[in-house]
């Protein structure tokens, strides 16, 4: 069972950037599926979430819509959209996978599997 996010970079303040995380040894579609990023210094915070059950995505109000999940079941992948970007969103950002299903899915305990981060950084 393994995660890999993907799709960090370097961006200017108001650029775009798509991560992605790809499931190998499970499926995607039947986990909810967590994004939460760390910044230097800081603890870790969550930023989005699936709900497998009926697709509904969630995001952090403090996002005010900047970002948004999306998933393709035939490459076992989710995405995270990441759009008018700024410096503050400066983070590893990091995928989650919850087998359970559990509602708290804004809380990093829920999650059973994660990926090893990618790191966004984004220029002012």
């Known amino acids: 069972v393994q995660l890999q996010a993907s799709g960090g970079g370097l961006v200017q303040a108001g650029g775009s950037l798509r991560l992605a995380c790809t499931a190998s040894g499970f499926s995607l579609d039947s986990y909810n599926i967590g994004w939460f990023r760390q910044a230097p210094g800081k603890e870790r915070e969550w930023v989005s979430s699936l709900d497998s059950s009926n697709a509904n995505t969630y995001s952090g109000n403090y996002l005010k819509g900047r970002f948004t999940m999306s998933r393709d079941n035939t490459k076992n992948t989710v995405y995270l959209q990441m759009n008018s970007l700024k410096p503050e969103d400066t983070a590893v950002y990091y995928c989650?996978?919850?087998?359970?299903?559990?509602?708290?899915?804004?809380?990093?305990?829920?999650?059973?599997?994660w990926g090893q981060g990618t790191l966004v950084t984004v220029s002012s």
């Open positions: 989650a996978a919850d087998r359970k299903r559990r509602p708290r899915h804004a809380s990093y305990e829920s999650y059973d599997y």
